[in-house]
């Protein structure tokens, strides 16, 4: 897949719209629709960067469609909705001493 393929799946997968990326990224409106459209040209190594920065995704994921392990890892979605879910365990757990978080570490890999 292209550039433009990649770009185009992961703001539909976001659902992040082109004004929410520009305003992000500092990239005009209609560079970006430059990149997304059907005779479009690769972007500079430095908008790539800020575009992959924006979308937490790496430059090798827009330009090949895949990340170094060469497997889409969609997994911050599910983090933010455990994260979310958790939120208050995780503020007691971040409160422990170390040898706490350690023995309850130990703790629930028994209980797997």
């Not at 082109?18 to 305003?23: Q, V, Y």
């Amino acid at each position: 897949m292209s550039f433009r393929e990649n770009l185009r799946d992961e703001l539909n997968y976001q659902d992040v719209r082109i004004k929410e990326l520009s305003e992000k990224t500092e990239i005009s409106i209609g560079t970006i629709n430059h990149y997304l459209a059907e005779k479009s040209t690769e972007p500079t190594a430095e908008n790539a960067v800020k575009i992959a920065q924006a979308l937490n995704v790496t430059v090798e994921y827009l330009v090949t469609g895949k990340t170094s392990s060469q497997v889409q890892i969609k997994e911050p979605d599910l983090n933010i909705a455990l994260c979310k879910k958790y939120y208050s365990l995780i503020q007691k757990i971040d409160a422990l001493e170390s040898p706490s978080i350690t023995i309850l570490e130990k703790l629930i890999l028994q209980l797997k």
